[in-house]
Every structure is written in C-alpha cells, then in structure tokens.
C-alpha cells in the first residue's frame, strides 16, 4: 500500500508542474486579450479617419487574435480545473488508505437493523466497508454496489468473471479517475432517473394521431405555396396573411405541451450529457474480460448508433426548442412551418425509438461504476488476494485473514479452517480479547469473496453460502420489541431458513445475551445441538466456557477455538491471535479493578 500511496503522491507532483505551466500560459492572457480587442477598435477608428483599407485588415486580424486568445484562455483554464480536481482525487486516495473515507459517501441511507448480515458487519454507514470502498460517481452505481454488498450470494455464479472484470479494471487507474471527473462537483440523483423514465414511459399519442399529423405536414405546404403565389402575384397578400395567423393560433394550442417537455428536457440534458460522457469513456475503451466486453457491446441500438449519437440527436432538438426564446425567430419559424410542433413529433419520435436503451445505458454505467468501485479498492490494495472456489462440499481455509477496516500495521492477521458440512466452532475468549472483531473479520471477507472482490489475506478458499449473523441485536421502542426478543427473532429467522432446506454460514456473538447466566447456558447448548442437526456452519463467540464441553458429546461437529489473555505482574496482555482449546483466563474482574469500579479490601 505504502508503493501505491507514493504512486499517487507521484502523481500530484507531475500534475502540479503541469497545472503551473498552464497558471503561467493563462497569466498574461487576459492583458493579451484586451490589449487585442483595443488595437481592432483603434484600427477600425483609423479606417473611418483615413480611409484605408490596410487599416480593416489589421482590425480583423487583431478581432481575430482575441477570438483565438479567448479559446486559448477558455482552454487553458479548463485544463487548470482538471489539473485541480485530478489532485483532489489522488489526495482523497491517499486519505482513504490513511483511514479517513470522509471525501466519499457513506451509504447511510441502505443501513438495514433488520438484515441478515450488513448491519452486524457494518457494511453500511460511517466508517463502513462500503464508505471505504464506495467511489462511485452516479446514483446507478452507488445502488448497485450497495446491491452488491447486501445480497452477495445473489451474485455467486458471477464471481469469477466479477474477479476478471475487477482486477483488468484495477489496471485502468487513468480511466477510473476519468470517471471521476465526469461527475466532479456534481451529484447524481436518483429523482434524475426516476422524472426521465416517467417522460420515456410516458404514452402519447400525437404521432398516431391522423389530424395531427395532416395539420402538422398540410398546413406548412399550404401557406409556404400561398406566399409564393401571392409574390407572383396571382394571389391575395391577406390569404397567406391569414394562413400564417392560423398556424400561430395552432401553435399556441399545443404551447403547454411543448414548454412541459422542453422544461423537462432541458433540465435533465447537463445531467444527461454527463452520462453520454461516461458511456463515451467506456465506448473509446477496449476490455478483455469477458463481462466487461458484453456491457460493451450492449450500448450501441440496432448495433449501428452508439450512445453520442444518439444524445447528440436530442441535444439538436432541445438546441432547436431553445431557439423559441427568440420571439422573431419563434414567430417566422412557427408561422411558416409550424416549428413546435415539428419539434415536439420529433421529440416523441426519439422518445418512442430509445425509450429502452436509456434504461440499459443506466444498467451499464451501474455496473461499470460499482466495478471501478471495486475496482479501485484492488489497486489500493495490491496485497490483497482473488479468493478461490470450492465446489459441492462446503469447505472454508483462509490463511492470515485481516479485516480491511484495520490499518494494516495494526491489524493482527489470523487463520482459520472448516471442512465439511455440521461444523461449529465454538471461540472462548475474555472481554476486549477479538472474539466479534474476528467474526467481522471472517463475515466482512466472505462477503467481498461472494462479489468478486479481493480479501484480506494470503490465502482464501471458500465455498458460496448465505450468511446470517447475530453480533449486534438491538432493542426497538418503535416496534416494543426488547433486546431479548429481538435476538430471538433473528435466531427464528435462521432456523426457518434451516428448516426449509437453506445452506447457512452462521455468525453468533453471545447467545441469548439477554437473559439470565443459568437460562442463557441452556438455552445455548440446545440451540447450538439444534443448529448441528441441519447442513449449516458457524462460528459461536461466547464468554460460557461450559459450552466447550460440547466437543464431548460432538466431536465430529465441535472444534473450541480461543483468544487467549495473559496476566503478568498486573498488566494484561492481549495478542488477538485465534488458539486451539478453550480460554482459560478472564477478565471483568480484572479490568473492573484497573477501572477503580472494584476495590480491593
């Protein structure tokens, strides 16, 4: 990581002499440009006073030099703004692998209490997996990597060809950050999206209307062929006069219709030509991975028009709609042709014609945005490892295994293994010794596994499988749900899905914290001998050391883990590393002690 935090800090150095170098060209342009604009004025003055032709050609040539000045200036800014936002981006990575994800959204708003898993994991929220991970820069990939992240099993049979796609993807740092660029400064929301596609699925029936259309294409031809016999004279001027009125009037007949749809339109084309950006920066692209190619080739329509063609044609149209502003123009264009209205079956012409390919333009940059997501996590971390798969029998070994929240020279890596269907581990430990840290860890990575994206450690095999979990359970005064009761009902949800044949992985933190020492031992115990019975797996965290004796009576079905503790000249010592057997020593006692709660006698 520290390699590619120098690649950024790199990065920053050569665009910031190549931004100082612009800052130096644009400095004395605007002097340039004044100083041209004055000397074309003096020239002219000089051609009135004098009367000399040399004079017009030295006006023109300095009109033309603040012409081209002005491009330049216009030009060299642009590139000095994207110098500037480039530096951003590169300087939030490094913020992000320093462990502040506070430049990027935290998907706050997909935080479930009620999910099987996001929510005990912290998926979701400050200081997430998905706000560490989450770079996406349209509201289609910031749903679909939440998507991602909340039902990862879905995605199962696509994780080899994710891990492809990802991994190529990681490679294109320059077309992830032109991505970025795209939507710099500028929010994509999903209230686009939704007023957009309620005008596409809209029905209209102008076009199939007969009067309509003989109005529309009759009534110019009329009044153009009247004008002309009225300049020949073999007609009155009043005639075409007349025609010209009537077409107004129709004009206005159909004006609420036309300013609706021009007001939509040109309130969502700045929006909609940033998506026709992104779908250009994925069209200039050539991929190699499989997944990729295929939501390539899913943009063009009919295989022929391509997506700037395509928002180019609307951009001419809503250019054409803007020209209404000008009352001569509207009035001339209107009277003689019926302009608005030409305009508004062409409109629904485009409507009618792509109203199915912009949904799958947004189905493409969603995927395409939620991979770079992934995509840039990979390269922020090129020692993290593409997990392998398993087949029929479930079977779990990851060697070193991080959890990708902890800094890394914090972080205490640990391995684990579990083979076989009817397998528990039960992991003993004291307070603060990494008991619901580890199940995070474990959680947290087969998760990524399950979206194709790396994980943290040397090694990871795995078999696909739905997760559930119980690690934070809390109560609800909304719903008069107790804490106790809302932990029972997560353990129902788990065991309906048992019932019914589901494969589960299980992560359980303290069973039945919520009721009293001797009832929550035995309740655990018969819980922990129902769950043996069904194909499932799990990791039990508990303080009862009693339910180690379980190996006892299941030894092909229970295996005790532990973090131990150590205790030397008063000082606790933590080392967060996973044992084989059952904890040994405690420590409420201990630490309410050290705390002044408890005090010697």
């Not at 009367?51 to 060299?76: C, E, G, I, R």
């Not at 005008?199 to 003989?214: A, C, D, G, I, K």
């Not at 004006?255 to 749809?261: D, I, N, P, S, Y």
């Not at 967060?576 to 059952?582: A, C, F, I, N, S």
Request: charged share 20%; with cysteine; glycine share 4%.
């Amino acid at each position: 990581m520290i390699h590619i935090q120098k690649q950024y800090e790199y990065q920053i150095e050569a665009i910031e002499i190549e931004r100082e170098k612009f800052s130096k060209r644009a400095k004395y342009l605007p002097l340039m440009r004044f100083l041209s604009f004055l000397l074309s004025f003096v020239m002219f003055y000089n051609h009135l006073i004098f009367n000399n032709k040399t004079f017009v050609y030295l006006a023109v040539a300095s009109l033309l030099s603040f012409v081209l000045l002005t491009l330049w200036d216009n030009l060299l800014k642009g590139k000095i703004v994207r110098s500037e936002r480039l530096i951003k981006i590169c300087r939030n990575e490094i913020k992000s692998m320093n462990g502040d994800f506070s430049p990027f959204e935290s998907g706050d708003e997909y935080i479930n209490p009620d999910h099987s898993y996001s929510y005990d994991l912290d998926i979701f929220g400050k200081e997430s997996l998905f706000h560490c991970i989450n770079r996406s820069v349209t509201i289609f990939g910031k749903n679909r990597l939440a998507e991602y992240f909340s039902k990862a099993y879905d995605f199962k049979n696509q994780i080899f060809e994710r891990q492809n796609a990802v991994a190529e993807l990681s490679e294109k740092i320059e077309f992830r950050q032109q991505m970025q660029l795209v939507f710099f400064g500028q929010k994509s929301v999903e209230k686009d999206r939704l007023e957009f596609n309620e005008w596409l699925e809209s029905e209209n029936n102008l076009l199939q209307n007969r009067l309509f259309n003989v109005i529309r294409f009759g009534l110019p031809i009329i009044t153009n062929v009247l004008i002309i016999l009225s300049l020949l004279g073999l007609v009155v001027v009043q005639i075409p006069i007349m025609m010209i009125i009537l077409q107004l009037l129709i004009v206005s007949i159909y004006g609420r219709k036309t300013l609706k749809v021009q007001s939509l339109l040109t309130s969502k084309v700045g929006i909609i030509s940033k998506y026709a950006q992104l779908l250009l920066l994925i069209e200039k692209r050539n991929f190699k991975a499989p997944l990729l190619v295929e939501l390539k080739s899913r943009l063009s329509h009919d295989g022929i028009e391509t997506p700037a063609t395509i928002i180019k044609q609307l951009s001419v149209l809503l250019n054409w709609m803007d020209s209404n502003l000008n009352i001569i123009a509207a009035v001339i264009l209107n009277g003689l042709f019926l302009f608005n209205l030409q305009l508004l079956a062409a409109v629904e012409k485009w409507k009618t014609r792509y109203r199915e390919v912009i949904p799958r333009w947004y189905e493409i940059i969603g995927e395409f945005d939620a991979l770079s997501s992934l995509a840039n996590f990979t390269c922020n971390n090129p020692d993290y490892i593409f997990p392998e798969l398993v087949g029929d029998q479930f079977f779990f070994e990851a060697s070193d295994l991080g959890h990708p929240l902890i800094q890394k020279a914090e972080c205490v890596t640990n391995n684990i293994t579990i083979s076989g269907w009817n397998q528990y581990c039960i992991i003993t430990g004291a307070n603060m010794s990494g008991k619901s840290t580890f199940l995070r860890t474990v959680g947290t990575n087969y998760v990524l596994a399950m979206i194709g994206s790396p994980v943290f450690a040397s090694k990871f095999i795995f078999y696909p499988i739905i997760l559930h979990s119980s690690i934070r359970t809390n109560d609800s005064l909304a719903r008069k749900e107790s804490f106790f009761y809302a932990e029972l009902k997560r353990l129902k949800e788990i065991i309906s899905e048992l019932e019914i044949g589901q494969r589960t992985f299980i992560l359980l933190d303290e069973i039945l914290k919520g009721t009293n020492s001797k009832d929550k031992q035995a309740g655990s115990i018969a819980l922990l001998e129902q769950l043996i019975k069904y194909q499932s797996v799990g990791l039990i965290a508990t303080h009862d050391l009693i339910l180690g004796e379980l190996i006892i009576n299941y030894p092909e079905n229970i295996r005790n883990l532990c973090f131990e503790i150590k205790i030397v000249d008063d000082e606790m010592s933590i080392d967060y590393k996973l044992q084989d057997g059952v904890c040994k020593n405690l420590n409420a006692t201990y630490l309410m002690k050290k705390m002044g709660i408890l005090i010697d006698k």
